[in-house]
């Protein structure tokens, strides 16, 4: 049995007894046994948010809940960093453009074959039922904005692409989650929910499509099988 923090505030506030006195420690016993009477008997309480990697916090198996399990239980999980890993990755095919790009927008090289990955799986010629093209699946709309004129050319889409990521990255302070939530369901719906960090996302994460919730996990969990 674990007693929760609020009973155990509870505990901590009773007066102290004299543990000589007979009559003072049966009453303590008492206020003890009641305690966890309550605590066996409360319905479930929120508990306290649990550290799930370095410099990201989560409340208690939230994430999980919404994005269902992964091979690999926390890989896709942010960590501290994740946004600014300049380290080496497995190589890809179009790896020397993937590389140009992130260092000149400077976007992890990890990122952007993560986000191909799942867009894509690498295949250039990729059309989505919403009409999104080419190795990072942009809008019609969207890659006119970000100067690509043919989204099936794969320098021009992964230019436009990791220019598109770091615009991203910008606008929501580099944290990962609301970067991947915004390139899948649009900036300004995830901005419309009033998050500041990842951590506030993921509270109302069920307020996003359900397939953006899986896009969030997708993408984490294909940057780590990326990095070295």
């Given at each position: 049995?674990?007693?929760d923090s609020?009973?155990?505030?509870?505990?901590?506030d009773?007066?102290?007894?004299?543990?000589?006195s007979t009559?003072?420690?049966?009453g303590f016993v008492d206020?003890l046994?009641?305690?966890?009477q309550e605590?066996?008997?409360?319905?479930?309480?929120?508990?306290?948010?649990?550290q799930l990697?370095?410099g990201?916090?989560?409340?208690?198996g939230?994430?999980?809940?919404?994005?269902?399990?992964v091979?690999?239980?926390n890989s896709?999980?942010?960590v501290?960093g994740?946004?600014?890993?300049?380290?080496?990755?497995?190589p890809t095919?179009f790896?020397e453009?993937i590389?140009?790009?992130?260092?000149?927008y400077?976007?992890?090289?990890s990122?952007i074959?993560?986000?191909i990955?799942a867009?894509?799986?690498?295949d250039?010629?990729a059309?989505s039922s919403?009409g999104?093209?080419?190795?990072?699946q942009l809008m019609?709309?969207?890659?006119r904005?970000?100067g690509v004129?043919?989204?099936?050319d794969?320098a021009?889409?992964?230019?436009g692409g990791t220019?598109?990521l770091?615009?991203?990255i910008?606008r929501?302070?580099?944290?990962?989650a609301?970067v991947?939530?915004?390139?899948?369901?649009?900036p300004?719906?995830v901005?419309?929910l009033?998050?500041?960090?990842d951590?506030e996302?993921?509270s109302m994460?069920h307020?996003?499509?359900?397939?953006?919730?899986a896009?969030i996990?997708k993408v984490m969990?294909a940057?780590s099988?990326?990095?070295?």
């Amino acid at each position: 049995m674990q007693i929760d923090s609020i009973s155990w505030k509870q505990m901590t506030d009773v007066p102290q007894v004299n543990t000589n006195s007979t009559g003072s420690a049966a009453g303590f016993v008492d206020v003890l046994s009641s305690l966890i009477q309550e605590e066996a008997s409360s319905q479930p309480v929120e508990r306290s948010i649990t550290q799930l990697a370095p410099g990201v916090t989560f409340k208690d198996g939230l994430l999980w809940q919404q994005l269902g399990a992964v091979q690999e239980s926390n890989s896709y999980y942010p960590v501290e960093g994740a946004l600014n890993d300049t380290g080496a990755t497995k190589p890809t095919t179009f790896e020397e453009l993937i590389t140009s790009a992130g260092e000149r927008y400077g976007v992890p090289v990890s990122l952007i074959k993560a986000v191909i990955d799942a867009e894509s799986s690498f295949d250039p010629n990729a059309v989505s039922s919403a009409g999104a093209k080419g190795l990072m699946q942009l809008m019609d709309g969207t890659a006119r904005g970000l100067g690509v004129s043919n989204p099936f050319d794969p320098a021009q889409n992964i230019e436009g692409g990791t220019k598109y990521l770091s615009s991203l990255i910008q606008r929501f302070g580099g944290e990962l989650a609301m970067v991947l939530a915004a390139y899948n369901a649009g900036p300004t719906r995830v901005a419309g929910l009033g998050a500041s960090s990842d951590e506030e996302l993921m509270s109302m994460v069920h307020m996003l499509p359900e397939e953006t919730q899986a896009y969030i996990g997708k993408v984490m969990n294909a940057q780590s099988k990326y990095s070295l």
